[in-house]
């Protein structure tokens, strides 16, 4: 895990590459270079040291012949495989590290070799003979990239902070109106106008800094036998067994739910190694629905593991929140950042990999919406008929959501379940054109999902939170091999839910675990928003300071909003603290 940077035309100087460096120090405290392979061209890195620590692995990864380097933020986990076919193919090897792996491998097999990569990846790959560029990302958007392109100059960095920090760039207000509804700006973009984020699976071939093309790195094979339990239980225990393994200690993220606690349990089960885990504790009056911390201690009890409680009320929230607020590269609109952080916070004196169960809901269909949705399908007719009527009776909040969403377009419909409030005809074709018009409509609504939610949220809160403790993050359930089986199951029944990671908890004794009731990972926001306390004060004030300076740049419903926070606190009480996060950065960053 590292931060890799580069500067390629106008501007590009010892003095320009050294301020991206240090803007991601966080990311790679271990190690740091910078390196000008010729004229107008300067790339840097940052280097967290997970696999082969010693110095001979360290950025750039040099070529023995010096013709070609690496810079490479992440981890292949199928490195071994690489190796052995590289060895066979005559090529020495100076390190146990999986960088020099994939430098030879590019060396060899260049951009057509990226599909074979099994691992979450951003990579720099210079070639000193032809002057190119490779940049790559891996297929899940796992690590972050983001670059600014002009004619004069190419910049490209791990994380925004850095490509601010060379010039004035506006901010993008426009893009405030997707996180209103979305928790992020549109895929692709950033809060500053110019800085773009490089979509997972692309790369490209670059011999110019002005001009470049995206070609996509196909996604994993699918596998020969048919898709089982049986067989998905097997993918999922050898991708626990390769992502594991570091040359670092390693912990996990336990919710004391079924995806974390099955990761960990086949985990323990295989080697008999207690890890550390670190799971949130709320205040006793709020665990009966922010459960996670006693059903974690439940889990201790029953899979041995070196178990960590991380206390989290409202006077640790603003001890921490400033220096939280600085750590955070882009506001993501869910306050599972704060505490995702936290954890990272406590974890960072014994541990530098954090396993986490992110990706499981995603494909398999764990979410409140999943489950919407398929009762949406089931009865098509019914809901498109009745739903406007329905919708004006007092069934309750989440009734009224339901019905409020159903639209005659199934896409449409899923758009407006994913979204805190249904969103303005014209940005939902913005998003209308990530849907796969060739899957099964409920897999085209997964297939969403992984693309938007899991990469704009999910994944860039924990790549974030953790790496500004210099943690890497780890995520089993985005292994390619599990991905390729995802690809081959098309029914429902097996995407709703997530009943092969249930059955497989049954299984093992955990049947309480695979029937508990799931609850988001997040703060208890809904209390505290709805009772006058320091926190409420602090976010109302907030957001009406907000208004006051910004509100020309923001849409009416927004302004509305914003203006009278505490009458949304009952029902949206999400959107004010994604407000909140996004009006205290601004004026952190004097945007």
């Not at 949130?280 to 009890?301: C, H, I, N, P, T």
């Not at 921490?320 to 750590?327: A, I, M, N, T, V």
């Not at 780890?474 to 059955?503: F, Q």
């Not at 093992?508 to 926190?535: I, M, Q, S």
């Amino acid at each position: 895990m590292c931060g890799i940077h580069l500067i390629w035309g106008k501007g590009a100087n010892r003095h320009a590459i050294q301020k991206l460096v240090d803007a991601a120090n966080h990311r790679g405290p271990d190690q740091s270079a910078i390196y000008s392979p010729w004229a107008g061209l300067w790339i840097g890195v940052n280097r967290l040291k997970i696999l082969h620590p010693g110095p001979d692995a360290d950025q750039p990864f040099w070529a023995p012949d010096g013709k070609s380097l690496l810079v490479f933020n992440g981890e292949i986990y199928n490195f071994q495989k690489l190796r052995s076919l590289l060895t066979k193919m005559g090529v020495e090897f100076a390190t146990q590290s999986d960088t020099e792996v994939l430098l030879h491998y590019l060396r060899h097999f260049g951009q057509n070799g990226l599909k074979n990569l099994e691992g979450m990846f951003t990579l720099m790959y210079v070639n000193l003979v032809s002057r190119s560029v490779l940049v790559a990302a891996d297929r899940n958007g796992e690590k972050p990239l983001y670059y600014f392109q002009s004619q004069e100059t190419l910049v490209i960095s791990s994380e925004v902070r850095g490509i601010v920090s060379l010039q004035e760039f506006r901010p993008d207000w426009e893009q405030i109106e997707h996180y209103f509804y979305f928790r992020t700006p549109l895929p692709g973009k950033t809060f500053f106008r110019g800085i773009r984020a490089w979509k997972p699976g692309r790369h490209s071939l670059i011999h110019r800094h002005d001009t470049f093309r995206w070609d996509t790195i196909s996604l994993p094979k699918e596998p020969n036998s048919l898709p089982s339990q049986a067989l998905f239980a097997k993918v999922l225990e050898e991708s626990v067994l390769r992502q594991f393994q570091a040359d670092v200690p390693v912990g996990i993220l336990l919710s004391g739910g079924t995806d974390s606690t099955l990761l960990y349990s086949l985990w323990y089960q295989n080697t008999g190694t207690k890890l550390p885990a670190y799971t949130v504790q709320f205040e006793k009056k709020y665990r009966a629905k922010y459960a996670d911390g006693d059903a974690s201690l439940r889990v201790a009890k029953e899979v041995p593991m070196d178990h960590r409680l991380v206390a989290v009320d409202q006077r640790f929230f603003f001890e921490y929140w400033e220096e939280y607020l600085r750590s955070v590269d882009l506001p993501i609109g869910d306050s599972a950042g704060f505490l995702t952080w936290m954890i990272g916070k406590n974890a960072k004196p014994e541990t530098k990999v954090l396993i986490s169960g992110a990706g499981a809901d995603e494909l398999w269909g764990g979410y409140q919406r999943h489950a919407a949705f398929s009762r949406y399908l089931a009865q098509n007719a019914f809901w498109n008929r009745w739903a406007g009527i329905l919708k004006k009776l007092p069934l309750g909040r989440g009734w009224g959501k339901y019905m409020a969403a159903i639209d005659p377009d199934p896409n449409q419909t899923f758009l407006n379940f994913t979204a805190l409030q249904n969103p303005p005809a014209d940005m939902a074709a913005d998003y209308a054109r990530i849907f796969n018009g060739n899957l099964p409509e409920f897999k085209r609504m997964l297939d969403f999902d992984r693309q938007v939610y899991l990469v704009q949220d999910i994944l860039k809160i924990h790549d974030n939170a953790l790496m500004a403790h210099g943690i890497e993050g780890r995520s089993p359930y985005l292994d390619a091999s599990i991905l390729g089986l995802w690809r081959k199951v098309d029914d429902p029944t097996l995407l709703t839910g997530k009943p092969w990671i249930r059955n497989i908890l049954r299984e093992r004794g955990l049947a309480w675990v695979a029937d508990r009731r799931k609850f988001g990972f997040g703060l208890p926001l809904e209390e505290w928003l709805n009772t006058k306390n320091e926190f409420s004060l602090r976010v109302f004030d907030s957001l009406k300071t907000f208004e006051k300076s910004h509100g020309e740049h923001l849409s009416p419903t927004i302004r509305q909003v914003l203006q009278k926070p505490e009458q949304s606190a009952k029902n949206q009480f999400l959107t004010l603290y994604n407000l909140f996060l996004l009006a205290e950065w601004a004026k952190l960053h004097d945007l």
